[in-house]
């Protein structure tokens, strides 16, 4: 059974920034991309942003260009930059292996105070 596991979440400020790293137990490459989503409450959960192994970058339209999204290989290790958040952004976020997703971690919360 894959593993996955992500870590970073927290309480921030609006404006403020967060980095979240995600684990996973397979290699990477292994995988067509690894994804994260995220589910607000009384919400859907929704895809934020993918990374394809051929180095396609997806970003959902509400990212707006304040997030990055990277991976170490190496390290089979997936991240997540996000920068200006807002509380819009109060969520728990989840890494996921494949497009579609395969496996989940059990999310990290995020919340942003105004």
């Known amino acids: 059974q894959v593993q996955v596991a992500e870590s970073g979440g927290g309480l921030v400020q609006a404006g403020g920034s967060l980095t979240f790293s995600c684990e996973v137990s397979?290699?990477?490459?292994?995988?067509?991309?690894m994804g994260w989503y995220r589910q607000a409450p009384g919400q859907e959960r929704e895809l934020v942003s993918f990374l394809h192994t051929t180095g396609l970058i997806y970003y959902a339209n509400f990212v707006e260009g304040r997030f990055n999204i990277s991976r170490d290989s190496a390290k089979n290790m997936l991240y997540l930059q996000m920068n200006s958040l807002t509380p819009e952004d109060t969520a728990m976020y989840y890494c996921?292996?494949?497009?579609?997703?395969?496996?989940w971690g059990q999310g990290t919360q995020v919340t942003v105070s105004s």
């Open positions: 996921a292996t494949h497009i579609p997703p395969a496996s």
């Open positions: 397979i290699s990477i490459e292994s995988t067509n991309a």
